[in-house]
């Protein structure tokens, strides 16, 4: 009986989850229409808006691009120290001296 009462429960809470609505009226199938083309409109006025800032902001990154060096190669020179160490030397590397970085005393 309990078993029964628990199957009906389910049965009469399950039972509105595929339960459909019913049609839109002509009203609200134009409304959402009209609000889908609103949308659109808007959608398009803001890629327009997009593609002339990226446009403006190319322009302005080309002419600061002319300007600098134009695509020769870099001197050792003009590189910061990191960049030219070798490869697999700029790891920590072991030594008796204690660091700057340090902020305790050295371990006994």
Do not use: N
Not at 35 to 59: C, N, P, S
Not at 65 to 82: R, V
């Amino acid at each position: 009986m309990r078993k029964l009462i628990l199957m009906l429960l389910a049965c009469g809470v399950c039972a509105p989850l595929y339960a459909r609505l019913p049609p839109p009226t002509p009203e609200q199938q134009a409304a959402a229409e009209q609000k889908k083309a609103e949308e659109a409109v808007k959608a398009k006025e803001q890629q327009e808006a997009l593609t002339r800032v990226q446009d403006r902001i190319a322009a302005r990154f080309g002419k600061s691009a002319k300007g600098a060096s134009s695509g020769g190669t870099t001197h050792k020179g003009d590189l910061p120290k990191k960049a030219v160490e070798a490869a697999g030397t700029a790891g920590p590397v072991g030594g008796t001296a204690q660091s700057a970085e340090a902020h305790s005393a050295p371990a006994r």
